[in-house]
Structure formats: C-alpha cells, structure tokens
C-alpha cells in the first residue's frame, strides 16, 4: 500500500483502521479530478495521505482549495505535496475533524470531493460526512462503496436531501488494502437540483 505513496521518507506513518482510512490510489484520483468540473472553492475534508488532494491541485479550476485531515501524523507530509505542486497562497491545509466544524447554514464551498472513512470503529459513517457536506457544498463528489447508501433512516436522509447529477461505476476494484477492496465501488457526483443521471463505467484494469 505506502508503494503507491510519493510521501518524505521517514514521515509515512502507519494507516489506522479504526479511523477507516483507505487512501485514494492515484490514479483513481487523477481521473476524479479530470472528469468532473470542478472549480471555485474547493474542499477535500478527509484528505489523508493527500493523494485526492494532490491531483485536484494539479487539475482543478479552483480559486482556493481547503484540504482537511484529522490525523496530526499526516499533515506534514500532506503539507508537503501540496507545497510540491502549487504555492499554498490558494491552498491551505486544516488539521481538524472536519464533522465537528461549526458553521452557519450558508453553502460555504462551490465543490466538496471526499473519499470519505466507509466506517470506522469509532462509530463514525460514509453518511455522517455525506450529510456534513451536502449542507455546506453546492456539489459533492464521493467515492464510496456502491451499498453504502441502500437502507436505513439515515441514508434515507440523504437521499431525501441529495440529487444525483452522474454515477460512475468502477470496472474493477481499487487497490484500497485487505478490506477495502473486497467491496463494489462507485463514484457519485451529487448535485444542487435534480437533473438526468448519467451512469457511466470506467474501464481500468486497476486502479494503482
């Protein structure tokens, strides 16, 4: 898995499960920000390793991108790549925990793009950070397991609050680690107002 990670040597720590951390691999990433279109104010609250992040700094059209992550051992090097790719004047880096961030009600970014924890053994759910960003984003892109909002009272919430623009189905499993890629998985841009869905597949012989 830290094979497909251009990080500093010697400040790639170890993933934690606990908190469902899965990295984007890069190349899905790279063809998540090319293929939708994204620009303004930009977020990626669970950036982790910086893989999501690093590409949407290459690709994207934003006038500020916000990148947040959590975990404190990740933000050096994540601080780092970016620094590598754009000069941080449009880019800025939050160590917080983006679900307990206090905001108005007002739509504060153009984009959010996220793959966010599955689930975490901290109790914490691909539909806690759908939610959280559906209320502060005009559009939301998420990479997420195809099940993962099928039933229960909560996704039921999403969905009574989401209108899905396009729905991208991946070919074949990406290479998220033991667990991760045991799963069928999609990426799904939600949008402001309902529209046609455009499913579409991406045919990749894997992502790495």
């Known amino acids: 898995m830290m094979g497909q990670l251009d990080l500093i040597p010697g400040l790639v720590p170890a993933l934690d499960s606990s908190m469902g951390q899965w990295w984007t691999p890069p190349r899905l990433a790279e063809r998540i920000a ?37 975990d404190p051992r990740w933000t050096p090097s994540l601080r780092h790549r970016l620094r590598a790719e754009r000069e941080l004047g449009s880019v800025k880096v939050h160590e917080t925990d983006w679900l307990e961030t206090s905001w108005d009600d007002r739509r504060w970014f153009d984009w959010c793009v996220m793959n966010p924890p599955d689930e975490s053994k901290r109790g914490v759910h691909v539909v806690d950070f759908l939610e959280r960003a559906l209320l502060g984003a005009d559009h939301t892109v998420a990479l997420i397991r195809l099940n993962a909002l099928t039933t229960g009272e909560r996704t039921r919430r999403v969905w009574k609050r989401a209108h899905v623009r396009q729905l991208v189905m991946l070919a074949s499993r990406p290479a998220f680690g033991p667990s991760g890629g045991e799963q069928e998985w999609c990426v799904v841009w939600f949008g402001p107002e309902a529209g046609p869905v ?3 597949v991406w045919w990749e012989d894997g992502w790495s």
Not at 37 to 57: C, D, K, Q, R, S
Request: glycine letters at 8%.
């Open 198 to 200: 455009h499913p579409t």
């Open 34 to 70: 090319r293929e939708f279109p994204i620009e303004g104010h930009v977020l990626e609250p669970t950036a982790g390793a910086g893989n999501l992040a690093v590409a949407l700094a290459k690709q994207a059209e934003f006038s500020l991108l916000e990148v947040n992550e959590i």
